[in-house]
């Protein structure tokens, strides 16, 4: 494991933003920290790279302590806040941090797949907020660290830059290295993802992979232009599975076998009842999400 945090406290004053928690992050394997606004996310990579001192609890990042000086080459982080020199070019300062390591990526290459070579002599403090970001995922990364955090890397960037991030951040995975990444894109966990930790008032709610956390197949849920409760007990006979019927909606249970939406099509068919929308398999993680942390505001 690269990441061990064990019964966790963060207090700020009367307020906990961490309550105890328990986690891991297996080596070589992208683990997703998902979790509202205030869950403790950010709270939970600052503690990791010793920028904040936990109130109990302790904290091993590959096999050391956070505030370790060892591990300065051997972790790369991207913070929300950047936390980067605003004065300097931004390609003088990547300059100088991939002189801070023995075998940095080629800058070249690096600032290319980021689209940072017209920035190269702009102020940090002159970039736009998406332009900051790759900048700043471009220092986490130039010191080919063994483990990277990344808080909410794609956050505020366009569709192209996203696609450019979830490339490298696949590359980095490929090539071995241990990431923790914070989103809101539950598409971009379910995508990227080994491991899931879903976090919510500073407690962690579920965790495990993608797979494990949609769990089984949920059926047909199909919506129709027709209120479908009157044919329920007739659907339950010709299907053989539990049928569950709302005004206008059919959730039909069990795996969505090709079968059994040849006989729901078969039988909207016969009564001429228009299907609206028709959805097989899984429930999403951002289902998931909602259904662990519910749907008020933080
Ligand atoms: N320095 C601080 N002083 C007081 N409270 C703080 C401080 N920093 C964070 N908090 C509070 O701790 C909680 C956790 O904040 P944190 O930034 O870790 O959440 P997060 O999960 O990263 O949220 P977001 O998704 O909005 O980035 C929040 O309620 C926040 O208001």
């Known amino acids: 494991m690269s990441l061990v945090a064990s019964k966790l406290v963060v207090r700020y004053g009367r307020h906990e933003a961490l309550a105890g928690v328990n986690l891991t992050a297996p080596t070589g394997r992208l683990t997703a920290l998902l979790g509202p606004n205030g869950a403790g996310k950010t709270t939970l990579v600052e503690c990791t790279v010793g920028l904040r ?11 050391r302590a956070p505030t ?33 390591h023995a075998n940095p990526r080629d800058l070249r290459e690096l600032s290319d797949r980021l689209g940072l070579g017209p920035l190269w002599r702009r102020p940090v403090r002159r970039l736009s907020g998406g332009e900051r970001q790759r900048f700043a995922l471009a220092t986490a990364l130039v010191g080919r660290p063994e483990l990277v955090l990344l808080d909410e890397p794609t956050a505020g960037l366009d569709p192209q830059a996203r696609l450019a ?63 479908p409760t009157p044919f329920r007990a007739e659907l339950e006979t010709l299907l053989r599975v539990p ?34 929308e028709l959805a097989a398999g899984h429930r999403s993680l951002e289902d998931v999400v909602l259904a662990l942390t519910g749907r008020e505001l933080r």
């Open 53 to 63: 001192q936990p109130t109990s609890g302790t904290l091993e990042v590959l096999g």
């Open 165 to 227: 991030v979830h490339d490298l951040v696949r590359e980095l995975r490929a090539d071995g290295a241990t990431i923790l990444l914070t989103t809101h894109l539950t598409h971009e966990a379910a995508e990227l993802a080994d491991h899931v930790v879903v976090l919510d008032a500073g407690r962690v709610r579920a965790s495990g992979t993608p797979q494990e956390l949609v769990g089984t197949d949920r059926g047909l849920r199909i919506l129709l232009d027709t209120d």
């Open 243 to 276: 049928v569950v019927a709302s005004p206008r909606l059919l959730e039909v249970q069990g795996t969505p076998t090709p079968a059994v939406l040849h006989q729901v099509t078969g039988w909207a068919r016969d009564r001429d009842v228009r299907i609206l």
């Open 68 to 100: 370790d000086r060892a591990l300065r080459t051997r972790v790369g982080v991207m913070l929300q806040d950047g936390g980067l020199p605003l004065a300097a070019p931004a390609g003088y300062v990547l300059r100088h941090v991939a002189a801070m």
